[in-house]
């Protein structure tokens, strides 16, 4: 009976040591396995992982530079004139030739010089809408051709055509209601919705300023301007800190101007914190030793602070993993300096020997467990 318990506690001995030798393997939790594809089926898909030193802080950051300048260069114009399209409304004011005057084709300005009413007299304002074709009927010279034109060039066409009919004419044109032109605003701005272009050149401020600015819980680094299909980001506070001036960035009828919510621009800090969570950029920027603080920093008894990980999956097929060993002060200040981008995850690798606790208190109850399992069974 002796020898069968020594045997028994030889072998115990013995798969203890195996499983302490091998404990950091079989240990649970999350880890970086260099060997380990992302894609099981693909041995080569292997990640690689950048450590995060200030030659890579500086890298990001040129990169991040070059971005914002490529995806605001097909913006950036300056002011033209307005040119006159199908459904404005033109106010023709022939001087000394009150005939001209056509009382039937008033319109009254409502609200404001975008809404007006067809076949309200009481204004006295005569007004020529251009049709769908853009042509406009003026009197003794028929149909004239006016889109595409601004009020300018439309002044000009009618003197050159009417000088038949009317010596001298001192002709004033403007246009009355600017309905042919619109961009929309959608997304987290105070009053969203169509902002008609008038004459004023329709700028990426000029349009936010219509709709009344941005929400407190707008994302104003993540401000798209559609065109074509085709989404355009732009970095408001971003181009602002390297001086571009936004009046600069014009809009075309037709774009779709979209502010994105911060709700949406989420990093996830795991692993090893004091306060595991979810936190929103603050527009657009937060750096990994602020996600960190913000969730209460390592934890002192249970983190390896060598092994802090940043996860991009920017690219799914191919996700960047950067490496921080944070056992330094200096380390700190170069967190301190990298950026993190929506959807990045921070993790916090457990050290060794948390590693074998854990695994320990998986392979046999702990005390306390046996205690309360004794005082229960009595």
């Not at 409304?89 to 005939?99: G, N, R, T």
């Not at 853009?134 to 066409?157: K, M, N, S, W």
């Not at 009417?162 to 004033?172: L, M």
Request: aromatic share 6%; net charge negative; hydrophobic share 40%.
């Amino acid at each position: 009976m002796n020898i069968t318990c020594a045997t028994f506690f030889r072998m115990l001995g013995a798969a203890l040591l195996t499983a302490a030798l091998g404990a950091c393997a079989y240990a649970p939790g999350m880890r970086y396995d260099p060997e380990r594809p992302i894609d099981p089926g693909n041995r080569a898909s292997i990640p690689e992982v950048q450590q995060i030193t200030p030659a890579l802080v500086l890298e990001e950051r040129r990169e991040r530079e070059a971005q914002t300048e490529t995806a605001t260069e097909a913006l950036l114009g300056e002011g033209m004139p307005y040119q006159i399209g199908p459904g404005d409304i033109l106010s023709i004011v022939v001087w000394d030739h009150p005939e001209l005057v056509l009382p039937t084709q008033t319109y009254a300005i409502g609200s404001g010089a975008t809404e007006l009413t067809l076949g309200d007299t009481t204004s006295g304002i005569p007004g020529y809408p251009v049709s769908a074709d853009g042509y406009i009927q003026f009197p003794y010279l028929g149909l004239l051709h006016v889109a595409g034109l601004t009020e300018g060039q439309v002044r000009d066409l009618i003197i050159a055509n009417a000088g038949d009919y009317i010596k001298n004419p001192q002709i004033t044109v403007r246009v009355l209601g600017y309905r042919s032109k619109r961009v929309y605003l959608e997304g987290e701005l105070k009053t969203p919705g169509t902002v008609a272009i008038n004459d004023l050149p329709m700028s990426l401020v000029e349009a936010i300023n219509r709709a009344g600015g941005f929400l407190p819980t707008a994302d104003r680094s993540r401000v798209f301007v559609v065109r074509g299909g085709m989404a355009t980001r732009v970095n408001v506070p971003r181009l602002i800190e390297r001086g571009l001036d936004l009046a600069k960035i014009m809009l075309k009828p037709g774009d779709i101007v979209r502010v994105s919510p911060r709700e949406e621009s989420k990093i996830f800090v795991m692993g090893e914190v004091n306060v595991p969570q979810a936190l929103p950029l603050r527009d657009g920027r937060m750096s990994l030793s602020e996600a960190l603080g913000t969730s209460g920093g390592p934890n002192q008894n249970t983190a390896d602070p060598s092994n802090i990980f940043v996860v991009r999956t920017t690219d799914p097929a191919e996700p960047r993993i950067f490496h921080l060993d944070a056992k330094s002060v200096g380390a700190m200040a170069v967190a301190e300096q990298f950026e993190l981008e929506p959807k990045d995850v921070v993790f916090v690798d457990a050290g060794n020997l948390v590693r074998w606790n854990r695994f320990i208190s998986l392979l046999f109850p702990s005390t306390q467990t046996l205690q309360t399992a004794s005082a229960v069974g009595r």
